[in-house]
C-alpha cells in the first residue's frame, strides 16, 4: 500500500488587518493539565470517486482558499506554543503573529478504501500513512521551545474517496472547540466562502478571552508550578503498534435493550443514558477479554473509567459555549475487577457511571470541585488501571461536510498511544447508534469480539 507525498504546503489567514495582528493567549489551568499529553490523530474518510486531476486541479485549491478563511477566525490554529526553556522564570502561552501558518500536506494513496473504513480487525500501523505529523520543536533567540500546535494531511485514494486527516496539540483545545474549526471549515468550503458560515454562526463566533475563565484560587499557577519540572518532549507516532483497529456498533435498539436491562435490576436509577449503558458494556467486555486471553488480575484490584465532560455551561458563572480552548471537568468510576467482570458487572458499572454523572457531572457546585487538588490527587493514580474515552456523539466530526457528503468513517488514531481507550462516535449506518472503536493486540481484539457479540 503505497502512499505518494504530492504537496507540502503551508496555509496562512489571508493578509489584512483582522488577520495580522498578534495575538498571545495565556495557558487556563484548564490548558496546562495537557502539556505534556499525546497529540489527539483523527482520520475523516469520505466515500467521494475522483481522479487525480479533479482533486488536485478543483478540490485542493478549494480547500486551501478554504482553511485560510476560516483561520482569520480561528487564529489560534495557526498558533504556536511558546514553550519556556526556563521554567522558573516565565509561563507557556499560545501565541500567533503574522506569518504564522498551518502545515498541511497533500498525498495520493494506492491502499484498499474500502478495507479502510470497515468495521473489521485490520492492522493499526497502516492507518499512519494518512495521519500528519505536527512539525517538529524548534527554539528561538528569547528563550522559548516553539511547538506547532496543528497539522493537515489530504490523501486521495483514486475513483473512491478522501480522507483528511488532522492532529492538534491538546493544549490548543478540547472537542468542542476542535470539532468547531472542522465544521467551520468543512461550511467555507462547501459554501465557496463565508458567507453562509458567518450567517449560521455570527453571533458565536469563537472567543478566546481568557479572563471568561474564573480562577479565584490561582489553579492555573498551582498545575504549572507541578507541570514545569517535567521535560518537554516532541511528540513521534507510536510505531510499531503490535494492535489491530476495529469498529463495534451498537445500534439504538441493541441501546434500548441495555437499558431496559439496567432498569430492571435498578428501577430508580436516574441517567441511564445511551452513554452510560454504551461505554457500561465496552468496559466490562473489555476486562472480561482480558481475562479470557489469560491475562493475570487480582480480584480485588481497583478498576477505573475514566471521562472527561465539557465544564462550559456546567460552571458558576457559567461559561461561553463558543469558547475556544479547554474547558473539561473530569468524572470516573472506581471498581474491584471481580464485580466488574462478574454476571452483574455490567449493572453494576452502569449504576457507577450514572451515579457519577448524576452527583458531579450534572452539579454546578461539584463538577469543579477540589480543582486545586487535581494534580495532586492525580499522584495517587498512577499506575492504575483505567480505562478512557476519546471523543463524543455530541460533537459530530462526521457531520464536517467540506462538499464531499457525510463523513463515511471516523477513527480516532491516537487511542493507539493510550493501553486501553476507546473513541465513541455517532454511528453513521444506523439512526440513533452509536460506533465504538478499539486498538488491541490481535488475540485480545478476537476475545472481545466474542464476548461482545454474546452479551446482545
Known amino acids: 500500500m503505497a502512499t505518494t507525498l504530492l504537496e507540502s504546503c503551508r496555509i496562512q489567514p489571508p493578509a489584512g488587518a483582522a488577520a495580522a495582528a498578534e495575538l498571545e493567549l495565556p495557558l487556563s489551568f484548564f490548558d496546562v493539565l495537557w502539556l505534556h499529553f499525546h497529540p489527539i490523530r483523527r482520520l475523516l474518510f469520505y466515500e467521494y470517486p475522483c481522479s487525480e486531476s479533479h482533486f488536485s486541479e478543483t478540490l485542493i485549491p478549494n480547500l486551501k482558499e478554504s482553511l485560510s478563511l476560516t483561520l482569520k477566525h480561528y487564529l489560534p490554529v495557526a498558533a504556536n506554543l511558546l514553550y519556556p526553556i526556563n521554567t522558573d522564570d516565565q509561563k507557556p502561552v499560545l501565541r500567533y503573529a503574522a506569518g504564522d501558518s498551518v502545515s498541511m500536506k497533500i498525498a495520493v494513496s494506492g491502499g484498499n478504501f474500502d478495507d479502510l473504513v470497515g468495521n473489521h480487525p485490520r492492522d493499526a500501523d497502516q492507518f499512519y500513512d494518512f495521519v500528519p505529523e505536527i512539525p517538529p520543536v524548534t527554539e528561538d533567540s528569547d528563550g522559548h521551545k516553539i511547538?506547532?500546535?496543528?497539522?493537515l494531511q489530504v490523501t486521495l485514494f483514486p475513483g473512491r474517496g478522501i480522507c483528511i486527516g488532522f492532529a492538534n496539540h491538546h493544549t490548543l483545545g478540547d472537542a468542542r472547540s476542535i470539532v468547531?474549526?472542522?465544521?467551520?471549515?468543512?461550511?467555507?468550503?462547501?459554501?465557496?466562502?463565508?458567507?453562509?458560515?458567518?450567517?449560521?454562526?455570527?453571533?458565536?463566533?469563537?472567543?478566546?478571552?481568557?479572563?471568561?475563565?474564573?480562577?479565584?484560587?490561582?489553579?492555573?499557577?498551582?498545575?504549572?508550578?507541578?507541570?514545569?519540572?517535567?521535560?518537554?518532549?516532541?511528540?513521534?507516532?507510536?510505531?510499531?503498534?503490535?494492535?489491530?483497529?476495529?469498529?463495534?456498533?451498537?445500534?439504538?435498539?441493541?441501546?434500548?435493550?441495555?437499558?431496559?436491562?439496567?432498569?430492571?435490576?435498578?428501577?430508580?436509577?436516574?441517567?441511564?443514558?445511551?452513554f452510560v449503558v454504551t461505554t457500561s458494556y465496552v468496559w466490562t467486555t473489555l476486562l472480561k477479554s482480558g481475562d479470557a486471553v489469560g491475562e493475570e488480575v487480582d480480584d480485588d484490584v481497583f478498576e477505573f473509567f475514566i471521562f472527561t465532560v465539557d465544564a462550559r455551561g456546567r460552571t458558576d458563572p457559567p461559561m461561553p459555549l463558543n469558547y475556544f480552548g479547554n474547558c473539561l471537568g473530569g468524572s470516573m468510576a472506581k471498581i474491584e475487577h471481580k464485580n466488574l467482570v462478574g454476571d452483574q458487572g455490567f449493572v453494576i458499572a452502569?449504576?457507577?457511571?450514572?451515579?457519577?454523572?448524576?452527583?458531579?457531572?450534572?452539579?454546578?457546585?461539584?463538577?469543579?470541585?477540589?480543582?486545586?487538588?487535581?494534580?495532586?490527587?492525580?499522584?495517587?493514580f498512577v499506575g492504575m488501571r483505567a480505562v478512557g474515552v476519546s471523543g463524543s456523539p455530541r460533537f459530530d466530526l462526521c457531520d464536517a461536510d467540506f462538499g464531499l457528503g457525510r463523513a463515511r468513517k471516523l477513527e480516532v488514531v491516537s487511542i493507539d498511544g493510550e493501553k486501553y481507550s476507546i473513541s465513541l462516535c455517532k454511528s453513521g449506518g444506523s439512526e440513533g447508534g452509536l460506533e465504538i472503536g478499539l486498538a488491541l493486540p490481535k488475540e485480545r481484539m478476537e476475545a472481545f469480539a466474542a464476548i461482545f457479540a454474546n452479551g446482545l
Open 147 to 151: 511547538v506547532p500546535v496543528f497539522a
Open 350 to 380: 452502569a449504576e457507577a457511571i450514572a451515579l457519577d454523572i448524576k452527583n458531579r457531572v450534572n452539579n454546578k457546585d461539584e463538577v469543579l470541585k477540589g480543582v486545586e487538588n487535581w494534580m495532586s490527587d492525580s499522584e495517587k
Open 180 to 274: 468547531g474549526f472542522m465544521w467551520a471549515w468543512a461550511s467555507i468550503a462547501k459554501f465557496g466562502g463565508e458567507e453562509e458560515f458567518l450567517k449560521k454562526q455570527g453571533e458565536f463566533l469563537p472567543i478566546f478571552d481568557r479572563s471568561v475563565i474564573h480562577d479565584p484560587l490561582g489553579v492555573d499557577g498551582i498545575f504549572w508550578n507541578a507541570m514545569r519540572n517535567i521535560p518537554f518532549k516532541s511528540s513521534s507516532f507510536p510505531l510499531p503498534t503490535n494492535r489491530v483497529r476495529a469498529t463495534y456498533t451498537l445500534r439504538q435498539s441493541d441501546i434500548e435493550k441495555l437499558k431496559d436491562s439496567v432498569l430492571a435490576k435498578k428501577p430508580n436509577l436516574v441517567h441511564v443514558s445511551s
